[in-house]
Each structure stands twice: as C-alpha cells, then as structure tokens.
C-alpha cells in the first residue's frame, strides 16, 4: 500500500540550462536526509517535456543511485503517447524505480473509456506498480471517480496522485474504491491535511522541495492518528503552500531553492523566472518561516 509524502523533485539547470546533475545529487541527498517517504522526479514540477529523452533517463538513474533505497522514488511519465508511456515505464523499472506514476492523457482528450483503456494497457505493460495522475487543469480532462472504481480493482493500478481540488471529488473517489489495494493521495499541498484527515494516504508535495521535514511530519502524524499535531503544521505552512504556486509551477519553488542557496537554476522555454512582485511575496513568506 502506497502512503507518505512524496517530493515532486524539481529538476536544476546550471547557467548554460543544461541538466545541472550535482545540483540534482545535492537535492536528492537533502531529501533522503530528511526522511522523506519517496521522491517523485519528472512530473510538472521537474519539468519533464521540457527535457530531453537522454536527460529523463539521466535525472532517474540520479535520483534511484543517490536515494539508495533509503526512500521510494517514482517518476512521472508525462506523455499523452501510449507507446511512449509503456517505454518510459520500462526504462524507470530497468533502472529500479519502485513505481511509474501514470500522466493523464492530455490535449487529446478522450472519453472516460479511453482514461480506462490507456491505464489499463500501462498496467499490463509494466513490471512495477502504476500510479495514476490525474491533472485537471493541466489537461483538459478529469478522472471521474466512477473510473476510478473501475481502475482500482487492476491488481497493478496501487493509487492515485489526484491533483483535483474539489474535495467531494477526492471523497468519492475512497468511497467507491473501498475495499480494493488503492490508495488517494493528493498532488496539492494546500490539501494534504483535509484529505488525510478523512482517510487519504498522503501527498505528492511540491512544499516538499523546500520543506521537506515539514512535509513528513504532517503526513506521518495523519497516519499516526495525531490530527491536531497536523493541522498545526498544515496552517502554520498554509502561506508557503499557496505561495509554492504563484504564477506557474515550478516558478516559485525553484526561486525558493535558489534563495535558500540550493541549487534551483532557471526554468527553460517557455516558462519563465518569477515576476518581481510575486518574488517579493514569496521571499517575504520566507523570512517569516525563516528558511532565508
């Protein structure tokens, strides 16, 4: 069973925007020293179609080599190409990645049925567990939790990073996969807390980058049935959480990084650096977490 928190590792450039692979060893090691659950590199926030084929390959057999089992890791796929898909599950289960987190098919949009299919053929491509990402407003579609239900009973579909804030959405989802192998965890930090509160299993943390002791501790005291001790945390952090996502993800995480002096780098075409005055909000939240 898939619980925890789990870092959506962001992924760092050097001056000349290429991978930055000791800047990206550093971040994995300040992970694993915090005792992070599990990393998760090339999602949205490790921008992963903005690289190439070698450098997803590369960031993974990083990331697996310097966690050394001491944490889960699970990259993204981020592709709407089936064939793609199954070929980077492989590629992340030939290096020794636990899990291949599963990207909604985006701009194509299909039908539920289509959401269906397309897990349906990961999951039986693949020699490690799938989890399902689903990313409404990234793209176009959402996962309706009746889908869910359907997904849920694969044997190898283990859980879900759902990225949908509506809370009755992530609700229904437990509802109706009771009972099976499956796990919700949301891909939002702002909503860590209340999800756990009501029987999810963790988060896919953006926070985590910059927090990640925080990010653990409010988890691990969901799971332990300490809820107070989390909610302190949830609210304490609440203005990080929403200031991790000013502009576009992962704007403002790397400009944290980089102001706490860690290896953030620049953000390649067609993203763009933070705009002054949300850097100015963000290094304000900062000062007063005192992380700068």
Do not use: W
Request: charged share 25%; net charge negative; aromatic share 6%.
């Amino acid at each position: 069973m898939l619980s925890g928190a789990y870092t959506l590792l962001i992924t760092p450039f050097d001056e000349k925007m290429n991978l930055d692979e000791e800047g990206l060893r550093i971040l994995v090691r300040r992970q694993v020293e915090s005792g992070i659950h599990g990393l998760a590199p090339l999602g949205v926030t490790g921008e992963s179609p903005l690289l190439t084929e070698q450098e997803i390959r590369r960031v993974v057999e990083i990331v697996v080599e310097e966690a050394d089992g001491k944490c889960k890791v699970a990259p993204d796929t981020c592709s709407n190409n089936l064939s793609q898909t199954i070929s980077r599950i492989k590629l992340y289960a030939d290096i020794g990645c636990d899990y291949a987190v599963v990207f909604a098919p985006f701009l194509v949009m299909p039908t539920q049925a289509g959401v269906i299919n397309f897990y349906e053929q990961s999951a039986a491509s693949s020699k490690i567990p799938i989890i399902i990402h689903n990313a409404p407003a990234r793209v176009g579609i959402n996962i309706d939790p009746q889908t869910y239900s359907r997904l849920a009973k694969n044997e190898n579909i283990i859980a879900t990073k759902d990225g949908n804030k509506e809370m009755d959405h992530l609700a229904k989802i437990l509802y109706l996969t009771q009972g099976e192998s499956f796990n919700v965890l949301t891909g939002k930090d702002t909503t860590a807390y209340p999800l756990l509160s009501f029987g999810g299993s963790g988060v896919f943390t953006v926070a985590g980058n910059i927090v990640p002791e925080i990010m653990r501790d409010l988890v691990t005291y969901c799971l332990d049935g300490e809820f107070k001790k989390a909610e302190e945390i949830h609210y304490a952090n609440y203005d990080l959480f929403e200031a991790l996502r000013l502009e576009t993800n992962p704007m403002a995480a790397k400009e944290a990084l980089t102001l706490m002096g860690l290896p953030g780098g620049g953000l390649r075409p067609p993203l763009t650096m933070l705009s002054a005055p949300k850097k100015d909000i963000l290094k304000k939240i900062l000062k007063e977490s005192e992380l700068i």
